[in-house]
């Protein structure tokens, strides 16, 4: 049985509020972002292992597996 995870996150930006849906890596964590609503850099919070775990809807392929940090 293969294990199926969501590829794809919408990312809200916590300055401005802009949300946009991404493609997630599958071999690498995404430590940087650009909001394309304000530029502000979102960076993972304290205690996360990257930006869709922090700022996502959806948790990072890794994390979805049940890793616990991509």
């Given amino acids: ?6 590829r794809y996150s919408t990312l809200v930006c916590p300055k401005c509020g802009h949300a946009e849906k991404e493609e997630m ?5 995404q430590f940087y972002y650009d909001c394309r609503g304000c530029g502000e850099l ?3 919070l304290q205690g996360d292992c990257c930006v869709f775990c922090s700022y996502g809807d959806v948790a990072c392929p ?3 597996l049940g890793d616990r940090r991509c």
Wanted: charged share 25%.
């Fill in 25 to 29: 890596p599958t071999d690498a964590c």
């Fill in 42 to 44: 979102l960076r993972p």
């Fill in 62 to 64: 890794p994390v979805q």
């Fill in 1 to 6: 049985m293969s294990e199926s995870i969501e």
